[in-house]
């Protein structure tokens, strides 16, 4: 690794205070440590970098979030509930707070990316954010982390044209959501067909409404996809942005479809991961000019999540260091 690669994890001790209720419930504190630990013993270790979060403001809530979905959810974590809505949706006294803040991470984020876009920057953050609507939490999620982090990144620095791009084994109901009517904003999610996985959007058709027509990209692979199907997704995907032309690129980086993880059917490697890493950063370099953020989604299995997150990064930091011989 060259001596002047940067990777900036943006992070909290405070994080691990959503609590989820332990039992069989997946979304836990501990998914952040086996990153964390993963990462000091990759190649990665001399070159990790910490910021610190800041909370996402009401305002920056409210770009996607209405302000009755931030009344609700404050008043059912003062209460004591442990859910809103659905088992899957747990919450503890600190909840609210706490999804704040991992909001804020896309924030902190984009600020690291516009201020030095040769660091690789990765939000290691949770509770995770795709599937959040605006007015519900869905599948975890509470606030959107990449659509405040987008929103945020066209609104502070005026990049008008932002892509995600979701390989979480999972669309992302609530990402589509916000781009579906919006021509600058693109969406693209490589997820288990949604015949088979929750939450049942993502069909191939689904591809905008409106002045957004054309703007999302969805692509739904079947149970026991692995690694080859992936790979056929990558040259859709360069057509897309060839067209789109993104300023920014924002990743919501789910580990979930990996063979092992049995939130999903699907069955990728965990080294594909280190393809995936290398190809956004490829998509990066060709279309934004290096602006990439990679924003922690869904990934369960807590023996391959840690090491599928560190061959991620270690992918942005070799195509970046193969084509910029001075690093």
């Given at each position: 690794m060259g001596n002047d690669i940067s990777v900036t994890l943006i992070s909290d001790p405070a994080y691990s205070?959503?609590?989820?209720?332990?039992?069989?419930?997946?979304?836990i504190p501990e998914r952040l440590q086996v990153i964390a630990d993963a990462l000091q013993e990759s190649p990665l270790q001399p070159f990790l970098k910490s910021m610190s979060p800041r909370p996402a403001t009401r305002s920056q809530l409210l770009v996607f979030h209405t302000e009755g979905w931030l009344f609700r959810f404050e008043e059912a974590v003062l209460k004591g509930k442990t859910y809103i809505d659905h088992p899957d949706n747990q919450v503890g006294y600190e909840s609210y707070d706490i999804a704040t803040l991992s909001a804020g991470a896309g924030l902190v984020g984009v600020d690291k990316v516009e201020a030095d876009s040769g660091t690789v920057v990765f939000g290691l953050n949770r509770p995770p954010g795709h599937h959040a609507e605006p007015n519900m939490p869905f599948g975890f999620c509470f606030f959107n982390n990449c659509v405040i982090a987008a929103r945020y990144w066209q609104e502070q620095y005026h990049r008008k044209r932002i892509c995600i791009l979701d390989f979480d084994a999972h669309h992302g109901n609530g990402i589509q959501t916000a781009f579906e009517e919006d021509p600058d904003a693109a969406y693209i999610s490589i997820?288990?067909?949604?015949?088979?996985?929750?939450?049942?959007?993502?069909?191939?058709?689904?591809?905008?409404?409106?002045?957004?027509?054309?703007?999302?990209?969805?692509?739904?692979?079947?149970?026991?996809?692995?690694d080859e199907q992936v790979r056929e997704t990558f040259a859709a995907i360069v057509s897309f942005l060839e067209r789109f032309q993104p300023e920014a690129l924002i990743v919501g980086a789910g580990?979930?479809?990996?063979?092992?993880?049995?939130?999903?059917?699907?069955?990728?490697?965990?080294d594909i991961y280190l393809e995936l890493g290398m190809f956004v950063a490829e998509l990066a370099h060709t279309f934004t000019q290096g602006r990439l953020l990679s924003l922690l989604e869904g990934g369960y299995n807590i023996e391959k999540l840690g090491s599928c997150a560190a061959l991620f990064l270690q992918g942005i930091v070799r195509y970046r260091q193969e084509h910029n011989p001075g690093l």
């Amino acid at each position: 690794m060259g001596n002047d690669i940067s990777v900036t994890l943006i992070s909290d001790p405070a994080y691990s205070k959503h609590d989820t209720g332990g039992g069989e419930h997946p979304e836990i504190p501990e998914r952040l440590q086996v990153i964390a630990d993963a990462l000091q013993e990759s190649p990665l270790q001399p070159f990790l970098k910490s910021m610190s979060p800041r909370p996402a403001t009401r305002s920056q809530l409210l770009v996607f979030h209405t302000e009755g979905w931030l009344f609700r959810f404050e008043e059912a974590v003062l209460k004591g509930k442990t859910y809103i809505d659905h088992p899957d949706n747990q919450v503890g006294y600190e909840s609210y707070d706490i999804a704040t803040l991992s909001a804020g991470a896309g924030l902190v984020g984009v600020d690291k990316v516009e201020a030095d876009s040769g660091t690789v920057v990765f939000g290691l953050n949770r509770p995770p954010g795709h599937h959040a609507e605006p007015n519900m939490p869905f599948g975890f999620c509470f606030f959107n982390n990449c659509v405040i982090a987008a929103r945020y990144w066209q609104e502070q620095y005026h990049r008008k044209r932002i892509c995600i791009l979701d390989f979480d084994a999972h669309h992302g109901n609530g990402i589509q959501t916000a781009f579906e009517e919006d021509p600058d904003a693109a969406y693209i999610s490589i997820h288990e067909h949604p015949s088979f996985s929750y939450p049942g959007t993502g069909w191939p058709e689904e591809n905008g409404l409106g002045a957004g027509k054309g703007t999302l990209l969805n692509l739904p692979l079947l149970p026991g996809a692995g690694d080859e199907q992936v790979r056929e997704t990558f040259a859709a995907i360069v057509s897309f942005l060839e067209r789109f032309q993104p300023e920014a690129l924002i990743v919501g980086a789910g580990f979930d479809a990996h063979v092992d993880d049995d939130m999903s059917g699907l069955a990728f490697s965990t080294d594909i991961y280190l393809e995936l890493g290398m190809f956004v950063a490829e998509l990066a370099h060709t279309f934004t000019q290096g602006r990439l953020l990679s924003l922690l989604e869904g990934g369960y299995n807590i023996e391959k999540l840690g090491s599928c997150a560190a061959l991620f990064l270690q992918g942005i930091v070799r195509y970046r260091q193969e084509h910029n011989p001075g690093l």
